[in-house]
């Protein structure tokens, strides 16, 4: 379907779309055999001003949106969502400082960010801080001139390979998430150290590991916003950064959808080609339709951010709850469409159905989407009986 790009927004696209087939598409199954972080294909993504798309011009970036984000995440999540989970993850860990960051933060950090030179990761959660953010036990204290970081935080994307840590951390425990607050952590700071480095069952070319804070002194220059602004400014990263985790489910839904056609026009049973049976048709039509909402939904919801709207926690969950189920359900089809050939790593789909499982968990597990839709339901219908 025609979504009326600009000819800038159908270049990224067209873009996207070539780093994935030329860059991605070839070392994919060797990245997530050996679970390798891909730097070379970041490189490329920074080089190729992709990097940039959502900073403002006057920081060295494209001075575009979310709805130009989006398009080249959905583009590299056709071709391998742990590709584009080590990209998107970029713009996650960026965005405290475009929300909170003071001028001399976003001049020292964003142009190197934008170029690709400096890799970003998004420090949030802890193993007693999952769904619930706002138990996060990992402290901040002013001393001096400097803040005191110590605690551990668990399972961070690009954890290691950053070079730029977006830190959550409490500065007053008495004030529950209330005291809370955003740090900008440097990569090499004494008494900032990297941990277990998890081997998980998809996404195996994005990195996942642990940030161990033991006395880590940073410059109290570089708390984001003002103490206990940490937690609003998690919630607005999220609010910003759910719809490209919707495109992941877009892109890897489409990348198994041409997967499964190829393969069913190709397959012969019974004297024919399986994709000439109607129940294989019917199969194919759901996971296109589905697929087509979802993309329609992301973009919708993008535009309406890029408007400039301030409320957009519930259609940002709504976009990250419904394309991302529709990312597993058309996946694990298309790996039914292609029988026991859809099952072996012959073939991309079980990569893409493996890939496909942590977007309904990570940025707020699926059922916490429903939570902040729930909530903001409640709300509008309690301002609306005033
Ligand atoms: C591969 C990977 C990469 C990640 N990258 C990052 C990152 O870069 N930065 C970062 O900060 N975090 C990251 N995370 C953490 C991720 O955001 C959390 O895993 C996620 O928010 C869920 O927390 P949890 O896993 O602790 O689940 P839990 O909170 O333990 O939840 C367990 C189950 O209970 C349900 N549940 C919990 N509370 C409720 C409730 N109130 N209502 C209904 N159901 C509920 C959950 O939906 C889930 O089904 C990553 C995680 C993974 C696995």
Same mark, same amino acid.
Request: hydrophobic share 35%; no cysteine; net charge positive.
């Given at each position: 379907m025609d979504y009326f790009f600009t000819e800038e927004q159908q270049m990224i696209k067209d873009l996207a779309a070539q780093i994935a087939s030329e860059k991605v598409v070839p070392v994919r199954a060797e990245l997530d055999e050996k679970s390798e972080f891909p730097r070379e294909i970041m490189n490329v993504l920074g080089q190729s001003d992709l990097?940039?798309?959502? #900073?403002p011009e006057e920081y060295?970036?494209?001075?575009?949106?979310s709805l130009e984000l989006v398009i080249a995440i959905e583009e590299l999540s056709k071709a391998c969502v742990g590709v584009s989970t080590s990209f998107a993850a970029n713009a996650l860990g960026t965005y405290p400082i475009l929300i909170g960051g003071t001028e001399d933060q976003k001049k020292e950090y964003l142009p190197d960010i934008a170029s690709g030179k400096k890799l970003v990761a998004f420090g949030l959660t802890e193993a007693n801080a999952g769904?619930? =953010?706002?138990? !996060?036990?990992t402290t901040a204290k002013l001393d001096g001139d400097e803040y005191v970081l110590n605690g551990t935080k668990q399972w961070i994307t690009n954890g290691g390979e950053a070079d730029v840590y977006t830190i959550i951390a409490i500065?007053?425990? *008495?004030?529950? =998430?209330?005291g809370a607050s955003a740090f900008i952590v440097e990569k090499g700071t004494p008494g900032f150290t990297f941990g277990k480095k998890e081997d998980k069952?998809?996404?195996? =070319?994005s990195v996942t590991c642990e940030l161990v804070f033991d006395n880590c002194r940073i410059p109290? *220059?570089? #708390?984001?916003?003002? *103490?206990?602004?940490g937690f609003i400014v998690a919630m607005k990263t999220l609010d910003k950064s759910r719809p490209g985790v919707g495109a992941q489910g877009v892109g890897v839904a489409q990348g198994a959808i041409d997967e499964a056609i190829k393969f069913a026009r190709e397959r012969i049973q019974f004297g024919k080609? !399986?994709?000439?049976f109607q129940a294989v048709q019917h199969m194919l039509a759901d996971m296109a339709t589905a697929t087509e909402a979802a993309r329609a939904l992301i973009y919708a919801v993008c535009r309406f951010i890029d408007s400039g709207a301030k409320d957009v926690s519930k259609v940002s969950a709504m976009s990250k709850l419904f394309a991302t189920d529709v990312g597993m359900r058309v996946t694990t089809d298309a790996l039914q469409v292609m029988g026991g050939s859809g099952y072996?790593? *012959?073939?991309p789909v079980e990569k893409m159905m493996r890939d496909a499982k942590i977007l309904q968990i990570y940025e707020g597990t699926n059922q916490i989407q429903r939570n902040v839709i729930g909530q903001a339901l409640i709300k509008e219908a309690a301002k609306g009986s005033k």
């Open positions: 990097m940039g798309l959502y #900073i060295g970036g494209a001075g575009m949106g769904s619930d =953010a706002g138990g !996060v036990q500065t007053d425990k *008495e004030k529950g =998430a209330r069952m998809g996404i195996r =070319a109290k *220059e570089n #708390i984001i916003g003002k *103490e206990g602004m080609p !399986v994709i000439s072996m790593k *012959e073939y």
